[in-house]
């Protein structure tokens, strides 16, 4: 999949500028809890509610910083594998592990901005839209590089993993709208009498 080292480096680069600009504003939130912020657009996007929410920082610190680190790794990577490099399967798996958990982390975040926060930071949905197709791309890049082929499984299991990849792999770009369609759905009806009233 030729494509792949851009999508790695290009959605890196979106993702990383993305958590920065947020961290500097969370910087600035512990400065001054008063501060206007420039992506306070309105009720509905609001980066101050969801930075001060106690969502905003998981792990006892503003979860930009794990944007910041995990896509700083994931652009070496594609900068790596751009410029010829190759690595052992245990690294692309680790890859695939480490862009499902963030999957799922954002998927956990975007339910709690739109569901109990009521409100969306910009910076954050900027983050969502290109952790998916960064997790999506990277498990076809481990399926059509045979990294998911795996010796401990029997021969049933591992022809249900083939089906799987290659129903992925051709299908990719409905999955990824599917994806986005659903977030988007999913706002609009939370947020209906924000947008429709």
Excluded at 17 to 36: G, H, Q, Y
Excluded at 95 to 117: D, P, R
Excluded at 124 to 152: A, D
Aim: include cysteine.
């Amino acid at each position: 999949m030729k494509s792949y080292p851009y999508i790695l480096i290009v959605g890196s680069i979106i993702g990383l500028l993305a958590s920065f600009l947020l961290t500097l504003d969370t910087i600035k939130l512990i400065k001054n809890p008063n501060v206007s912020l420039p992506c306070n657009i309105n009720p509905f996007v609001s980066c101050t509610s969801v930075a001060t929410a106690w969502q905003g920082e998981v792990f006892g610190f503003p979860n930009s910083l794990l944007g910041i680190v995990a896509f700083s790794m994931l652009l070496s990577i594609g900068i790596m594998l751009y410029s010829g490099g190759r690595s052992r399967k245990p690294l692309w798996l680790l890859v695939n592990l480490g862009t499902l958990a963030s999957m799922i982390f954002i998927m956990w975040f975007f339910y709690q901005s739109v569901y109990n926060i009521g409100s969306l930071c910009i910076y954050c949905m900027i983050v969502w839209t290109v952790t998916w197709p960064l997790f999506l791309y990277t498990t076809i890049w481990n399926f059509r590089e045979n990294h998911f082929v795996l010796q401990s499984l029997k021969v049933k299991q591992q022809k249900i993993i083939d089906t799987l990849g290659h129903f992925i792999s051709k299908n990719h770009f409905q999955i990824l709208s599917t994806w986005y369609l659903i977030i988007i759905f999913l706002i609009l009806f939370q947020f209906r009498d924000f947008f429709f009233s």
